[in-house]
C-alpha cells in the first residue's frame, strides 16, 4: 500500500469521519492550513470548499468535509431563505385574494396589490433559478479544473515539469477563485 499522509486514504470512497478530516487539515502545511481555513471561512460553497481539499491532497468522501465546515464555519443558506419566502409571498397573495372575495378590502385596490405582489414574487423566483444556475455552473467549472489539474499531474509524476506545473496549478486555483 502506497504511503500516504496521515488522516488521507488510499481509497476515495473510503468512509472517513470529521476527526479524521480534521486530522488531514492538521497536517497541512502551515501555509496550505492557513490558505485552506481562509478559504473554509470565506467561501459558501461547500463543493468548492471540497474540491480546494481534493487539490491539497484530500482523498475522502465530501460528506466528512461538508461535517467539518458545518462544525466549523456555519454558513448561511441563502436559497433556502429565498424560497421561504417565496412560501411567504403566495401565502400573503392567498390571503390578499380571500380578503377581496369576502369584501375586507376594495376589488380595485386588491387588485392592484396582487398585480405588485405577483410581480415581487416572480422577481424573487427568477432571483433563485439564477442564484441556483450560478451556483450549478460554477461547481462544475471547478469540478472540471480539478479533473484536469489532477490529469495532468498523474501524466507529469516525477517528470521534470512536476514542481512547475504543481506551482502553475496553484495559480490557476487562485484565479479562478477570484473568478465570479
Not at 478530516?21 to 497536517?27: E, G, H, L, S, T
Not at 482523498?59 to 421561504?84: F, M, V
Not at 433559478?129 to 450549478?136: G, K, P, T, V
Not at 516525477?158 to 512547475?164: K, L, S, T, W
Request: net charge negative; proline share 3%; hydrophobic share 40%.
Amino acid at each position: 500500500m502506497k504511503a500516504t499522509r496521515q488522516g488521507t486514504t488510499s481509497k476515495p470512497s473510503e468512509r472517513i469521519n470529521i476527526e479524521l478530516f480534521a486530522q488531514w487539515v492538521d497536517n497541512l502545511t502551515s501555509a496550505e492550513e492557513e490558505a485552506f481555513s481562509t478559504f473554509a471561512a470565506d467561501c459558501y460553497s461547500v463543493i468548492e470548499i471540497y474540491l480546494y481539499a481534493r487539490f491539497l491532497g484530500f482523498q475522502g468522501n465530501i460528506t466528512s468535509c461538508e461535517a467539518w465546515i458545518k462544525a466549523n464555519y456555519p454558513k448561511p443558506d441563502h436559497r433556502k431563505k429565498l424560497l421561504y419566502e417565496i412560501d411567504e409571498m403566495q401565502e400573503d397573495i392567498r390571503k390578499l385574494r380571500e380578503d377581496v372575495d369576502n369584501g375586507v378590502v376594495k376589488r380595485d385596490a386588491g387588485v392592484a396589490r396582487i398585480a405588485g405582489m405577483q410581480k415581487e414574487l416572480r422577481g424573487t423566483i427568477a432571483q433563485v433559478e439564477i442564484f441556483s444556475a450560478n451556483r450549478d455552473r460554477k461547481g462544475l467549472l471547478m469540478a472540471g479544473a480539478d479533473r484536469a489539474i489532477r490529469e495532468l499531474m498523474v501524466i507529469f509524476k516525477d517528470d521534470p515539469i512536476e514542481i512547475p506545473l504543481e506551482e502553475a496549478s496553484m495559480s490557476i486555483w487562485a484565479k479562478m477563485q477570484l473568478d465570479e
